[in-house]
C-alpha cells in the first residue's frame, strides 16, 4: 500500500466525469487500500479515486469521530480492508432517494487545501452501491455521512464544492488559488 499524490484545484482531472468500475477485482482492492492510506495521511474523513487521478467510481471514507483512533490507525493502515474499523468502500455508489430538507454543513476538499464555506444539501439520503468485496449494498444517510456521500459522489461527477457556492465566492477563492500558485512559481 502507499500513499498517493492529491491533485488539486485548478487541475482539469477534477472537472471529467469518473467511469464506473465493471467489477470490483483485486486490483480494485489495492487501490481502494492506496485511497484509505492517503485519506488517513491527509487527515480526511473521505476520499474520491479522481482526487489521486484515477477516474473511477470509486469513494473510500472514515468519519469515524475521535481522530485519534485516525492517528492510530494510519499507523496500523497495513491492515488493509478493515470494514469494522470504521472504514467505508463505496464502489459505483448511486444516490437512490434524498430527503426534501436540507442541511448546511460547512465543507472542506482535501483538492482545495485551505478553504471552508457552507454548503446546501439533502439532510437524508439512500445509497445504492458495491462494497471491498463488490456485494450490492444500500444504506440509509444522515447527518455527516450524507453530506460526505453526497460530496464525494459530485467529485465522480466532476464537481467540487465550490460549484455549490456563489459565483462570487468562487471567484474570490480560484482568484487566491491562482495567486497562491503564482507566488509559488516565482519563489
Ligand atoms: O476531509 C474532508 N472533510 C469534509 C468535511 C465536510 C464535508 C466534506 C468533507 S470531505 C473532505 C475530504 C475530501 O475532499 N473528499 O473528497
Ligand atoms: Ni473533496
Redesign the pocket.
Known sequence: MSVRPIIEVPNPLLKTISTPVEAVTDETRALMDDMVETMYDA??????AI?VGVSQRIVVMDISPDSEAQDDKAERYDLSGLEDEGVRYFVNPEITWASEETNN???????VPGFYDDVERPAQCRVKFLDYHGVEQEIDCDG?LA??IQ??LD?LNGIV?LDRLSRLKRQMILKKIRKAERDADVA
Do not use: K
Request: hydrophobic content about 30%.
Open positions: 487527515n480526511g474523513i473521505g476520499l474520491a482526487q454543513y460547512q465543507e472542506g476538499c482535501l483538492s455527516l453530506t460526505c460530496h464525494e467529485h464544492f
